[in-house]
């Protein structure tokens, strides 16, 4: 595993750089389901070049990818859930923001997660039987504050329909932060910046930050207080262990 | 007029080294109108060293700072904004995502204005007779593109309550974004990450990117349309010039 988890840093390294060397030319912009729903030709090309490299190194694995509809299931052996941009409006809009991600699995069983934030150059890695580090630096697992001094990650659409209680617990805390990634959001909680993170969002979006995140008491449920299906988009909560029951006054 | 940019120049890295040496001590944190209104030692500390210091170099001049309730009118000769640290929750609480922030006015005329990302360690400075810079590049004057390709700045509770109709023009963009720094989303907006940004807040909060502002195309207002009183906390819009009438549809 400790081979897999070092193919894995360098194949996150290699896209990272590849976006960056590539993100100045003209993008080609589509809509998926709506106009700001987007994928550029590079998030394919970035989707490409990981499932190639994985591919060849590890013939046998299976993919659960963002783009091109690669969708293994996560309990189908050897599973590596990509996404080669995370927060493609940051990407085309501000430049900055956006992460990779790839995490893997055995037999559903989550062995390592990786959040690769380009522009900053700063690699979120480890779970299942490696640290968590930022950068090599290891992450310290939660520690309990209360919610009145602190700040929580959401998104401003869901604030504006109070989606899931949002907005009654934003108020109970220092206010809501929305960078419009997943991956960056949920490494802000693993760093201690927020106490939590609630989004509507997919597998692969929320896949590395959660096995990160079970190593240092953190948790992803979905609005039941379930875990997330790992095949749709759910609304999701990642949240420190610890802090449940008391988020859940308001979560609802 | 070069030599005092020059001056606010050394005076705010200098702030900002003052900051980032001591930021890890044990800070004394008080709440000011709540318990989300925040002030710490720091804060008053930072805008101490600034006040003595203009004043040992330019006694007569007076000024307008956050802290401490020293408040000149802009018109009230040579006077300097100050805001020692704007985003005191983003700094208490994440360490990051903060900005020391200078303008400076002779009878009411801005003559230009300096944002400091301490943790980032980005300068961005000039206005009036001086080219706009972040970390000595020149940025760019507006360049216009639709809204539906565009990303603004706000905040989470203002979208919790539609409060200027930012909601509806949020649902016209690609998204609302919140740092939680005025300074910053300012920054942003300078630099054509966000179109715009709108908020409710201080003459410190708006007056350096106001003046950095004007000189690329953008403009303060209030809700009205109308300046800014430079004496209390407005509901701000920091907008494109060329935009005004596309987002005044919606705000309102």
């Not at 990272?16 to 809509?31: A, P």
């Not at 992460?99 to 299942?128: K, T």
């Not at 008491?217 to 008391?246: N, S, W």
Request: glycine residues 10%.
């Amino acid at each position: 595993m400790e081979t897999k988890f070092q193919f894995a840093k360098e194949l996150i390294y290699e896209a990272g750089r590849y976006i960056r060397d590539n993100m100045t030319h003209n993008l080609v912009i589509e809509e998926k389901s709506g106009f700001d729903d987007l994928v550029t030709d590079l998030d394919k090309a970035v989707q490409e070049l990981m499932v190639k490299r994985i591919h060849s190194a590890y013939p046998e694995d299976h993919f659960f990818a963002e783009e091109d509809g690669l969708v293994s299931d996560i309990d189908d052996g050897s599973v590596w859930v990509l996404d080669p941009i995370d927060g493609t409006v940051n990407f085309i809009v501000q430049g900055c923001d956006f992460a990779v991600m790839i995490a893997y699995y055995e037999n559903s069983v989550g062995q390592f997660g990786l959040i690769y934030d380009v522009m900053n150059d700063i690699l979120y890695s480890g779970g299942g039987q490696f640290d968590v580090t930022a950068n090599g630096k290891s992450l310290p697992s939660f520690h309990d504050r209360p919610l009145r001094r602190s700040l929580i990650g959401g998104n401003s659409a869901m604030c504006a329909q109070n989606v899931m209680g949002i907005a009654d617990l934003g108020r109970r805390t220092l206010g809501i932060r929305g960078i419009g990634s997943a991956g960056l959001s949920i490494c802000r909680v693993l760093e201690g910046r927020f106490i939590a993170y609630f989004s509507n969002i997919a597998p692969w979006d929320y896949a590395a930050g959660s096995i990160m995140g079970e190593k240092l008491g953190y948790i992803v449920l979905d609005l039941c207080g379930h875990k997330p299906d790992y095949k749709t988009r759910q609304m999701i909560m990642f949240v420190p262990q610890a802090k449940l029951k008391e988020i859940q006054k308001y979560i609802k």
